[in-house]
């Protein structure tokens, strides 16, 4: 019989096993007719690496991938990638500005080209990360949202979305970066509050009959405003409302308008009204048809629509130079400081400019109503509840999606203009000349589609959409998608909306949202903080089924992950502990014939083992089921550490070293089927340790040659057992209590002592617990264990109370009694004094009146834990004495 190494090594194993995964084709679904379990995968980045909330994300897939695999549905776990626009484009701009060129020096087609290579070479790094984690994907499904079915799907959906009239192309103020020069929607900005100034300075009145006070964070915008606005009702204005302003060094005249919108309290209740340049402004503009005057190029600078002392400034320099000539023509009266939230580009986090240009948008109205819909009507769940509020609110205050990106990396809009006849025609096939006018002179539009236009498919178009395919109608709807919580509008909200309007159906039933990964100290893992982790780095110092069980045992539902290196003990420690006992346990099979389960004589404690299994088994799999990651990883710990190690194996090295061969035969059998089934228990939180322990064992019953793809065990009433668990438990607390009395007293382990149990009159468990008599001397060590009232009265013995039960430890003859009642009061005497403080905190008045509630409890709980801890020494003391 093979046996394992000597010690854990998950280098030694993890990429042969990975491999004989492939090789066999185990991530494929099978051909049973069951209804399917499908998930597709969040396509991370293509040119990104993967980060600790990737590890987070694919571990938690993986679990529920393995599990369903196990329970013989078809299971499947698309792979892929995001072309990711901005952040690949970026990737590859940088690369360029290091050799001193920029895109436009290459133009458009070898840029594009380039950005390909750069894709092939990020590809690959990114695949073997995620096999390096174990993802347990169809990589014979694997898609790319550039590839050419995605590609096509794309454009089907766009062509589609104009032909029902809800794609169109208009002017409207977007949310600008000047760094990625580009459009983004709303989702794509992110809100920081910052230290800024507020500047105060004057509008004079045409008539010269006074001034206006105007306060802004950005007073470089006044060179495009074309109104000020006040309140109607505003008592301070009502007598200029109409009337004309001066707009200091533009030579420009500006009405006075009265508009609702404008908050009579806020500052001096008047409100410069830039409409190509801020969203409320746009809308105002819009009400009194105001002109539109758009003072920024693509870049950010100020264009010719300023005076030409401001033309080419940034809006930095702008700012500082449109104040000093403020100051300089006596319209500046002071500034202050202010903090307020400005808007970042999500992906290079320069400050967004809100921009007047012509962008194409997709009307989100109606589809919006339709995703509400789904959720209201039960067809969608979210774990945890929390998030459908989130989903809810942001579907109810939907505005319509920009979708143009003033890029070359993406799926380019499928929209051609003619320059001979001005036709524009959109199509789902390149066109080679006009539709109206036959002309070929025709170009295509510039403008690339976001990102999440293609990602918004995904459930669907990697099935083949929108083609009819065998996997499209096998596998939509998919059942669960795990994601992070920061992408819910974004990307889960969408892709619920693209389901039902393209397939009639939502695209997933559950969605799980993810907490984030964060340091021990709450914060969020960045580069700026250098707290991030690489799962890579944790997967080759610790294993990746160390990484997978210590992330799903510490992943609450609803709650954030606070993690740091030293974390990932837990499941190294865990999976050192099952190699362990799976190796003392393949050592103790050599040589054995094993008997089927059903050819056993099964003996109490073997009753009480396979109940705890089968409790195992039953809330791992509803944990499963409930997205409860760590209540399954807890369950799995428990069982295997505590009854199966501690306790069972423990218990049976009584019939192990023992000389009778019959029953060495049983236990090691009974033994060996135990641990194949805890393997298939935990393989889907430690699939590879599981895998390589379930190949060296001897086959205790049918079963495939793989664990991966092995029966999961299920509650069964078979094993049903709760007399003999609540029996076991006495003996399990008298053993604890015996085992508690040798630590107290520091009795060493080799040291043999005798102990004694008495019961209270009819006391249900006796005659189980007197059966377990070998077992109960065996796990403490005892010289020996008398149920014989006449020997309970001897000296020095400390007695502990169950509930029904008593045991006496005799340990007079184990210490050295004096010493260890002088040590014992010592103690004592210490935390009287440490209980005789935290009672003076308690009733102290100003305390009590000005502590936190958690401190005042934390207080309340030392003092109970001090009074035990006194009754429990002079309890002792006295029966020493």
Wanted: charged residues 25%; aromatic residues 12%; negative net charge.
């Amino acid at each position: 019989m093979a046996q394992l190494e000597k010690t854990y090594n998950p280098k030694d194993f993890e990429d042969r096993i990975y491999k004989m995964w492939m090789d066999n084709g185990y991530f494929a679904p099978n051909e049973s007719d069951k209804q399917p379990f499908v998930i597709v995968i969040p396509p991370p980045n293509v040119t990104g690496v993967l980060h600790m909330g990737h590890g987070l994300n694919n571990a938690l897939q993986d679990i529920l991938i393995r599990y369903y695999r196990m329970t013989g549905v078809p299971t499947l776990w698309v792979p892929g990638t995001d072309h990711a626009g901005i952040a690949t484009q970026h990737v590859v701009e940088k690369r360029l500005l290091k050799e001193g060129k920029t895109r436009h020096d290459l133009g458009r087609e070898r840029f594009v080209e380039k950005t390909w290579e750069v894709k092939e070479e990020h590809h690959s790094i990114i695949t073997r990360q995620l096999q390096k984690i174990g993802a347990s994907c169809d990589w014979s499904r694997e898609r790319f949202t550039l590839d050419e079915g995605l590609s096509k799907a794309v454009r089907e959906v766009f062509v589609t979305l104009y032909e029902r009239g809800l794609i169109y192309k208009g002017n409207y103020l977007i949310n600008w970066c000047p760094s990625c020069t580009t459009a983004l929607a709303d989702d794509e900005v992110e809100h920081v509050e910052q230290q800024g100034i507020l500047y105060h300075y004057y509008y004079p009145l045409t008539d010269g009959s006074g001034r206006i006070e105007i306060a802004t964070t950005r007073p470089e915008t006044m060179l495009g405003d074309t109104a000020v606005a006040v309140h109607p009702d505003d008592p301070r204005y009502t007598s200029l409302i109409g009337k004309t302003l001066e707009l200091p060094l533009t030579g420009r005249t500006i009405p006075i308008v009265a508009d609702t919108y404008v908050d009579m309290e806020f500052g001096t209740g008047a409100v410069k009204i830039t409409p190509a340049h801020d969203p409320n402004d746009w809308a105002i503009s819009k009400r009194h048809q105001l002109d539109v005057i758009n003072i920024l190029n693509d870049n950010g600078t100020l264009n010719n629509n300023v005076p030409e002392r401001y033309q080419g400034l940034s809006a930095q320099e702008a700012r500082r130079v449109v104040v000093e000539d403020l100051k300089a023509g006596g319209y500046y009266k002071n500034d202050e400081a202010h903090t307020h939230k400005v808007g970042h580009c999500y992906r290079c986090d320069t400050v967004i400019e809100p921009y007047f240009s012509k962008q194409w948008f997709v009307k989100m109205d109606t589809m919006a109503e339709k995703a509400l819909d789904a959720w209201k009507a039960g067809h969608i769940r979210f774990y945890p509840r929390k998030w459908e509020n989130t989903y809810k609110n942001w579907l109810e205050g939907i505005r319509d999606w920009c979708i143009s990106r003033q890029l070359w990396w993406g799926h380019r809009i499928p929209v051609w203009y003619c320059d001979d006849c001005g036709e524009m025609m959109v199509m789902r096939q390149d066109p080679s000349a006009c539709s109206s006018c036959g002309s070929s002179n025709i170009r295509q539009e510039e403008d690339v589609l976001d990102t999440w236009f293609s990602s918004w498919l995904w459930p669907f178009s990697t099935l083949g959409w929108p083609e009819k395919t065998a996997d499209l109608a096998r596998f939509y709807p998919t059942s669960s998608l795990v994601t992070g919580y920061d992408i819910i509008f974004f990307w889960v909200a969408r892709m619920i909306m693209a389901g039902l309007e393209f397939m009639n159906e939502v695209p997933f039933r559950d969605i799980y949202m993810t907490g984030l990964v964060r340091d021990k100290q709450g914060r969020k893992m960045s580069k700026t903080l250098g707290n991030g982790m690489d799962p890579l780095e944790i997967v080759d110092e610790f294993g990746a089924d160390a990484m997978k069980f210590t992330l799903a045992f510490m992943c609450a539902q609803g709650q954030d992950i606070l993690i740091d290196k030293e974390s990932f003990k837990l499941g190294s420690k865990f999976a050192n502990k099952i190699w362990n006992a799976a190796r003392f346990l393949l050592m103790n099979m050599e040589g054995v014939k094993i008997l089927p389960i059903t050819d056993i004589t099964l003996l109490p404690i073997d009753r009480w083992i396979l109940h705890r299994l089968n409790e195992a088994a039953g809330i791992m799999g509803q944990a499963m089921k409930g997205y409860r990651f760590n209540e399954g990883a807890q369950t799995g710990y428990e069982f295997f550490w505590n009854d199966f190690c501690d306790w069972y194996i423990e218990a049976n090295k009584i019939s192990l070293y023992a000389d009778d061969q019959l029953e060495k035969q049983r236990s090691v059998s009974i033994l060996a089927f135990i641990l194949e089934e805890s393997m298939k228990l935990l393989h889907p939180f430690l699939p590879f340790i599981t895998e390589e322990i379930y190949l060296k064992l001897p086959r205790t019953q049918a079963g495939p040659e793989s664990v991966m793809i092995a029966d999961y065990p299920g509650y069964t009433k078979q094993y049903e057992a709760d007399d003999i668990c609540a029996a076991f438990s006495v003996v399990q607390d008298i053993v604890r209590s015996v085992r508690t009395m040798r630590s107290e007293f520091t009795i060493p382990p080799e040291k043999k002592i005798p102990v004694a149990v008495s019961f209270a009159q009819g006391f249900v468990h006796k005659e189980f617990v007197q059966e377990q008599e070998e077992l109960i001397i065996t796990l403490t060590n005892a010289s020996g264990l008398s149920f014989n009232k006449d020997t309970l009265s001897g000296s020095g013995a400390v007695p502990v109370a169950g509930n029904g039960w008593e045991v006496y430890i005799f340990v007079k003859d184990a210490i050295d009694v004096t010493a260890e009642i002088e040590k014992m009061e010592k103690e004592q005497k210490k935390i009287e004094k440490l209980h005789s403080v935290t009672v003076n905190k308690l009733n102290n008045n100003q305390f009590m009146s000005n502590a936190p509630e958690e401190v005042i409890a934390k207080e309340m709980e030392k003092k109970k834990e001090f009074e035990e801890r006194i009754e429990k020494l002079r309890g002792y003391i006295h029966d020493l004495r």
